[in-house]
């Protein structure tokens, strides 16, 4: 029996892959509506992407071949959903992001922070997780996890290294009197006093040891908490926020681009610095209590260790060189695309966009900006112009310097390589997905089937949708997630009269709170890997971290997010829509 069962359970993907489709068969069959294969191809879709049966991006790519067979929409009209505006600026932005991470400016940026911050414990994980969030707000979570945790894990060696043969000492002023002896059953939990000093004994040992493994696991897992908690900051820092904005465009296009890179921006980066502060200090809690004379150091000289570590940050950063002629280039734009990004039309005045053409700023969207940015890198030389015959000599000093004086700032090989173009099809996917409910008829009958829920009030339902999302983000990858839900959730606003924004904003920003399980995200996994952590570990201070973020969301949705989308009224452009 047992081997039989180890056979079925190897197969388990082949079995879900060929079983799925036959058990959903019904539904289209006997049902036979339009609104019922909408249906059939989202729950397969779903199953497949919970179970990564196949992989996401191909999973992503099933409308293309369903929707036509059961006569809910066009192939050409399927076919357009996957190269959206919103794809665009994931990739412009992506691009720019490519840009930075092969220039090393995000690792001058994350070392230079921490010299500034220093090497308290307290301290230093304060500067670990604002390095993190900040450059996951502009690059990917994963990349930005894969280049922290290697300088967590070399200050860490510095911090835990301990000489065995040499006895730990610490001042002291009493000697034992005169003709006293020492009780023997106490010598393992007291101070052994030798001229003057006090040497640690084996139990306190024990239990310095025991903290440092817990500090271990405090400054690791802050990374990849950081990673997931920046990423929400911008509207390109993770997947579901462009599933949102794409949603948005799809299911309501009279909406008036009320979410875009400013907007969202000014919603979430307090949430985001109120989430990281509260991280901060419930991991300083589980991992490293609150001793201030211990973990911020006041009025404490700095130990050989912390000098010690400090000194791997400053070689780490000297190792760089000089800032080079590419690295400043490609810091110039990417301020340039910031900046481009809050002032096209940042909502409290007109933006240049509208100046400039004379026209609805809904002309030149984020998208623009974010490849005219990435154009400009493919355009723009790695070295000072041969014009430049007084440029500085440390301009030359780069880390590419095998690369020809004509080459530009960013090859496309470089972007094949980096660029996740997974997610591009998975965005497509969803936007498909989105389409085809719409056209099927199947969002209104959804929305229909949801009108009782008028008698809850919205915030009740917002939390409710956010438990559940951010539990069942834990399980799946955080963009499937948001591609699921959005579309539903839609509709269901829609059928109630609640701003759709109320419930849709909050449930995007849960998507991304995958703290509980390595599995979850791959910086999880990146952290996990290093072996300073137990599934256990992270699975108890995921769920209150899991809580937190809840928390934080409904305050900021019905404090500045209330006053920024005006909540409180159903908008002209979700009634207006065959959602």
């Given at each position: 029996m047992k081997p039989s069962l180890k056979g079925l359970w190897?197969?388990?993907?082949?079995?879900?892959?060929?079983?799925?489709?036959?058990?959903?068969?019904?539904?289209?069959?006997?049902?036979?509506?339009?609104?019922?294969?909408?249906?059939?191809?989202?729950v397969l879709m779903a199953v497949y992407w919970c179970t990564e049966v196949l992989p996401l991006a191909v999973t992503a790519l099933l409308p293309v071949l369903l929707f036509p067979l059961f006569g809910i929409m066009q192939s050409k009209e399927v076919c357009m959903q996957y190269l959206k505006d919103t794809n665009m600026l994931f990739v412009g932005g992506l691009i720019v992001a490519v840009a930075v991470e092969h220039w090393n400016l995000h690792k001058r940026i994350a070392l230079r922070v921490l010299l500034i911050v220093g090497v308290r414990p307290a301290l230093l994980m304060l500067g670990f997780m604002g390095v993190t969030a900040f450059l996951s707000m502009w690059i990917s979570n994963t990349a930005t996890t894969a280049m922290m945790v290697p300088i967590v894990q070399a200050v860490l060696e510095q911090l835990n290294s301990t000489q065995a043969e040499v006895p730990q000492i610490h001042s002291g002023d009493s000697q034992p009197a005169e003709g006293e002896d020492k009780q023997p059953g106490k010598q393992a939990d007291s101070h052994v006093v030798l001229n003057g000093l006090t040497v640690s004994t084996e139990a306190e040992r024990r239990e310095e040891a025991a903290e440092r493994r817990k500090m271990c696991k405090g400054l690791t897992l802050c990374v990849c908490y950081a990673a997931s908690i920046g990423g929400t900051a911008t509207l390109t820092g993770t997947g579901p926020n462009l599933v949102l904005t794409g949603q948005m465009s799809q299911l309501f296009p009279e909406n008036g681009d009320v979410i875009n890179f400013a907007s969202w921006f000014g919603f979430a980066f307090p949430n985001m610095i109120l989430m990281l502060t509260l991280a901060w200090l419930w991991l300083q809690f589980v991992f490293m209590g609150f001793n201030f004379r211990k973990t911020w150091g006041c009025g404490v000289v700095k130990t050989e260790k912390e000098i010690a570590a400090y000194n791997v940050i400053r070689e780490e950063h000297r190792q760089l060189g000089a800032m080079s002629f590419g690295e400043m280039s490609v810091l110039a734009l990417f301020t340039l695309l910031v900046l481009l990004w809050f002032t096209r039309d940042p909502g409290f005045t007109t933006g240049w966009a509208t100046h400039i053409f004379n026209t609805d700023a809904e002309y030149v969207t984020d998208a623009t900006v974010a490849v005219f940015v990435a154009v400009l890198l493919f355009v723009l030389p790695s070295k000072p112009p041969l014009l430049c015959f007084r440029r500085s000599q440390s301009f030359d000093m780069e880390p590419h310097s095998s690369r020809p004086a004509s080459s530009a700032l960013l090859t496309w090989r470089v972007v094949q390589k980096k660029l996740p173009w997974n997610i591009v099809l998975l965005l497509g996917g969803g936007?498909?997905?989105?389409?085809?409910?719409?056209?099927?008829?199947?969002?209104?009958?959804?929305?229909?089937?949801?009108?009782?829920?008028?008698?809850?009030?919205?915030?009740?339902?917002?939390?409710?949708?956010?438990?559940?999302?951010?539990?069942?983000?834990?399980?799946?990858?955080?963009?499937?997630?948001?591609?699921?839900?959005?579309?539903?959730?839609?509709?269901?606003?829609?059928?109630i009269e609640v701003n759709p924004l109320y419930v849709m904003v909050p449930c995007t920003l849960s998507a991304s709170?995958?703290?509980?399980?390595?599995?979850?995200?791959?910086?999880?996994?990146?952290?996990?890997?290093?072996?300073?952590?137990?599934?256990?570990?992270?699975?108890?201070?995921?769920?209150?971290?899991?809580?937190?973020?809840?928390?934080?969301?409904?305050?900021?949705?019905?404090?500045?997010?209330?006053?920024?989308?005006?909540?409180?009224?159903?908008?002209t452009w979700a009634n207006a829509t065959g959602v």
């Open positions: 190897q197969l388990k993907n082949r079995v879900i892959l060929f079983c799925t489709p036959f058990i959903l068969l019904p539904l289209p069959l006997i049902i036979g509506t339009t609104e019922a294969g909408c249906a059939y191809v989202i936007f498909a997905l989105a389409k085809g409910s719409e056209e099927s008829g199947l969002s209104r009958w959804l929305g229909n089937q949801m009108t009782p829920l008028h008698t809850i009030p919205p915030w009740a339902i917002a939390i409710i949708l956010c438990l559940m999302i951010a539990t069942f983000t834990e399980c799946t990858s955080n963009v499937a997630t948001a591609t699921l839900f959005l579309p539903i959730l839609a509709s269901m606003c829609q059928s709170f995958a703290f509980m399980l390595p599995v979850a995200t791959p910086p999880n996994a990146i952290v996990f890997s290093y072996g300073y952590l137990k599934v256990s570990d992270m699975a108890k201070t995921g769920v209150v971290m899991n809580i937190i973020g809840i928390l934080c969301i409904t305050l900021a949705i019905n404090t500045w997010g209330r006053a920024m989308f005006n909540l409180d009224s159903f908008p």
